[in-house]
């Protein structure tokens, strides 16, 4: 018979039912003056003569007429050898699993003794009793295993037991809401599971707890879980060093818990509005779109196939042999980036990604990944960037993908180490990505030729782009001449790229310039295939890529019609007419743009409130003069408007022009757009003009981002920095000379992982790696946003943005077979903690969490909570009482050394300082009672 109690301690119980004291073994050892008791049953024996303590503790309350029923607890080795734990004058919890072995109702028993009735008059005596199998008893209790079984406190949102055959239920205090004390034990429930033997009650325990579902607190089974699969316990070779030896006990597998945490999210939505920022009062529609039919099997074979097969360079070569024009689609990337503010979600490309394989398998490529959607799918829709390529690279197998990298930026607006760089496009060529358009926002080759190293030694298609701005059929703009693209297309050629494309963020490219860049490049480069990237922001995109499709150009960038025009890119159903029946022939079926749209027109409605169109109305030509990029205009508004300056927005647009020149006439695309439009936005709200800025250049505070790009952070720009502007604004600040991420040092990814792992779990693959060494911070809380409500990416998108409406009825696949169905049913009033309770029906069976309101927590008070992120905040690892405070304000304390002491659950736990410094403040008194994580003291670091 074993027993697993709630703490890290095991005991093996081998015993049934003994006669022992009641008040004798409590009373006997005050009588000689030994206090204590525990110690006085180990010592009395030896004093009499008796060797054996054991048989002297059954013997003693027979010679003194005490006949009350307890239990004796004693070890056995595997030699017969039997090693005393404890005498209680009472039952104790472990006597569950006697009851099952011998079908004795020991408590029953117990009454009766006390009635007055013997145990032979009951029918227990020793011959009688037969021990027929196995039982085991555990334990379920709030309990934190991996925080040293610290007790866990707070409301029970669900629980759930398992139960069945040779399963056996002895119930605390568990039921949905009830509140978990630090003040009380922390048992749940026991569970007791009986069988032929060890092997068969051990997979009976295992499958009961599997079907336990304890959400709102943290639970040992897990622990409990791992200990019923272990091969020496299942051998019953276990003895008291069996944690210390098997600490594998504690690696455990993490609670998905993903039911409730949706739940979580959908209250916290209901209550508090929307997770991501909306920038216009817009409500997502409520229609959902119709997905296309798809045919069944495989799609057609299309140039990833070619790629696959040939390499990057038998790819090139294709391309350029085909004898029709190709498209590389933006509608997954720089469509909705540049019309929806980058906020489409993958819940929404997937539902349409296989009519695209299927019905455009001749696309070039597929544009669905980088530039802007890597961090905004982390920071804003509160999903993996990484998982967002593996599901569209399953269901779209024969088109390339492509992606945007910008550079020595890779996917950030920041320099990385080399070694960063190129780890980044390894792992984004094994997860599905094809061909990397390679950039550089100032055109600065050292960090052009960075990325495409990086990208060639992944094994990917090097795409190198030039940024397009100026406008080369104008002779008196020769900053920006044909032989300057000329002679930069030259280097990127020398570096070896395999295509070669002209970004035209802006839409600046206007149809005789087109044909002017485009001749030029391709009479020189006859072999290279050319693929061009426009915005049509002024609206004359289609006839911009027509000029260059009949100059030579092979591909070209479309985005369907319904996500086309205005700041995104050209009308895919437009040019797929205007080429039809001619040598640039696409073919493309019309009527499957014509579907495609309409997936698309309707979907663009779930997203209104990031429309463009909301601020918007129609393209604008005033972009030849300001420049302003597609993927910019629209964010260069919603920023406008969020500061104040949403009337002001010709203005703005005004000084980004102003700004521009300021700057020495910027290469415009992210992050120097970023820059310009920053300075633009300064000066519009400080009312300054360009000249009033280059006047007080020396005592203005500029933008941050604007003092970095003088002092060198993003490269060289072409002609080299204003000046005197630079010298004025940096004045004394240091300059960077060379590319800029040069001189960083390598990239720990081992340290990185570790320090990960630390923070999050074993379960970190190393696409988080990749995702913590571009954007840490972003990284960091999306991670804290998932442990807390979950893969939201499951649900619909009115449902993410809006959340749902009372009494609404939805379903929701968590993964594929399981559904979750469920039902809003109301909102609750504040309580004084500043919560709500939100109630939904799920699967048929009531559940409610409680939200913090946001709102009213603004006007209340509560304890402080301390930062993960900011080093020298410590914070309490458990609920529980301030027992004592053991450090004073500007007190020096070593790493290790004691701060404080809490208690709770009867149990102590004394916290320490994480670090080498001087305690500055002290937020906690004696009595005080605190919370898990609440803040307790900070500590400045010793330099």
Known sequence: MLYLPYRSAMRMLTGSCYISPYRFLLYLPLQVGYENANRFLLYLPLQVGYENANRFLLYLPLQVGYENAGTVEFLVDKHGKHYFIEVNSRLQVEHTVTEEVTDVDLVHAQLRVCEGRSLPELGLTQETIRVNGCAIQCRVTTEDPARGFQPDTGRLEVFRSGEGMGIRLDSASAFPGAVISPHYDSLLVKVIASG???????AKMHRALSEFRVRGVKTNIPFLQNVLSNHQFLHSTVDTQFIDENQNLFIMKPVQNRAQKLLHYLGHVMVNGPTTPIPVKAKPSSIDPVIPTVPMGEPSLGFRDVLLREGPEGFAKAVRAHPGLLFMDTTFRDAHQSLLATRVRTHDLKKIAPYVSHNFNNLFSLENWGGATFDVAMRFLYECPWKRLQELRTLVPNVPFQMLLRGANAVGYT?????????????????????FRVFDSLNYLPNMILGM????????????????????SDPMRQKYSLAYYVKLTEELMKAGTHVLCIKDMAGLLKPESSRILISALRDRYPDVPIHVHTHDTAGA?????????????????????????????????????????????TGIALEKVFDYSEYWEVTRGLYAPFDCTATMKSGNADVYENEIPGGQYTNLHFQAHSMGLGNKFKQVKKSYSEANKLLGDLIKVTPSSKIVGDLAQFMVQNNLTREEVEEKADELSFPLSVVEFLQ???????GGFPEPFRTRVLKSLPRIEGRPGATLPPLDFDALEAGLRLLHGDDITQEDVMSAAMYPKVFQEYKEFTGSFGPVDCLSTRLFLDGPKIAEEFQVEIERGKTLHIKALAVGDLNKTGQRGVFFELNGQLRSVLVKDNVAMKEMKFHPKALKSVRGQVGAPMPGKVIEVKVEPGQKVEKGQPLCVLSAMKMETVVNSPLTGVVTVIHVDTDNSLEGDDLILEITAEE
């Open 712 to 718: 060198g952070h993003i490269g060289i720009p072409h």
């Open 541 to 585: 995109g289609v006839a911009a890529m027509l000029a260059c499709a009949e100059a030579g150009a092979d591909v070209v960038d479309v985005a369907v019609d319904s996500m086309a025009g205005m700041t995104s890119q050209p009308s895919m159903g437009a040019m797929v007419a205007c080429t039809k029946g001619t040598k640039l022939d």
């Open 196 to 202: 032929k033997d060890m092997s068969t009650a051990a």
């Open 453 to 472: 190293e990086a990208a060639g030694r992944a094994g990917g298609v090097v795409e190198a782009a030039i940024s397009y701005t100026g406008d080369v």
């Open 415 to 435: 320099n990385y180490p080399d070694n960063a760089v190129f780890k980044f496009c390894e792992v984004a060529k094994e997860n599905g990505m094809d061909i």
